[in-house]
T-cell receptor
Framework: DTGVSQNPRHKITKRGQNVTFRCDPISEHNRLYWYRQTLGQGPEFLTYFQNEAQLEKSRLLSDRFSAERPKGSFSTLEIQRTEQGDSAMYLC?????????????FGPGTRLTVT | AQSVTQLDSHVSVSEGTPVLLRCNYSSSYSPSLFWYVQHPNKGLQLLLKYTSAATLVKGINGFEAEFKKSETSFHLTKPSAHMSDAAEYFCVVSERGTGGFKTIFGAGTRLFVKA
């Protein structure tokens, strides 16, 4: 088990372009989460999946953002028409029920810079 | 409403002295509480978790935290700081209620360790 992986690790794009990030969770983890972290702040919850179902979406997830987990394994996060305010670290985490809780294991993140 | 407050944005200690990072939370239900650590350019790592079992929770690297319901606190402590403890620490509340599943991170406390 190699942990949660995210690709790419860094992405620089021009304003108005679309970007897509991928997250591969720990195998057999049924829950997958996306967060956004800006400099000097804690991660902010965006959305989460249980298997292939997207069960929760934060109001931070505007119409330009969409996330999928088509087969209940890897997930993608797409941002359309990127804006400079989208520049942040995008974190993915996965979990399964252990001893009464869903402790989350985080990937290294994808750092997005919108110029 | 659910919230997490980390009372200090920065804490500075000398190597070998005790560490105290403070966290207060509010929750309408029975939350799970976590502490995560983030070293520069590295992913978030789980230090410890509370899930309604023992109120004194021991984690990795000599850290522990005590859940005090009456004070709505979950402070992180370590008897003796090591240089390698210098990092950003996040207190996290996670719960499922009528509003759905929520995970909220505190703003973080940066720990500095002086030689």
């Amino acid at each position: 088990d190699t942990g949660v992986s995210q690709n790419p690790r860094h992405k620089i794009t021009k304003r108005g372009q679309n970007v897509t990030f991928r997250c591969d969770p720990i195998s057999e983890h049924n829950r997958l989460y996306w967060y956004r972290q800006t400099l000097g702040q804690g991660p902010e919850f965006l959305t989460y999946f249980q298997n292939e179902a997207q069960l929760e979406k934060s109001r931070l997830l505007s119409d330009r953002f969409s996330a999928e987990r088509p087969k209940g394994s890897f997930s993608t996060l797409e941002i359309q028409r990127t804006e400079q305010g989208d520049s942040a670290m995008y974190l993915c985490a996965s979990s399964t029920r252990q001893q009464g809780s869903y402790e989350q294991y985080f990937g290294p993140g994808t750092r997005l810079t919108v110029t | 409403a659910q919230s997490v407050t980390q009372l200090d944005s920065h804490v500075s200690v000398s190597e070998g002295t005790p560490v105290l990072l403070r966290c207060n939370y509010s929750s309408s239900y029975s939350p799970s509480l976590f502490w995560y650590v983030q070293h520069p350019n590295k992913g978030l790592q789980l230090l410890l978790k509370y899930t309604s079992a023992a109120t004194l929770v021991k984690g990795i690297n000599g850290f522990e935290a005590e859940f005090k319901k009456s004070e709505t606190s979950f402070h992180l402590t370590k008897p003796s700081a090591h240089m390698s403890d210098a990092a950003e620490y996040f207190c996290v509340v996670s719960e499922r209620g009528t509003g759905g599943f929520k995970t909220i991170f505190g703003a973080g406390t940066r720990l500095f360790v002086k030689a």
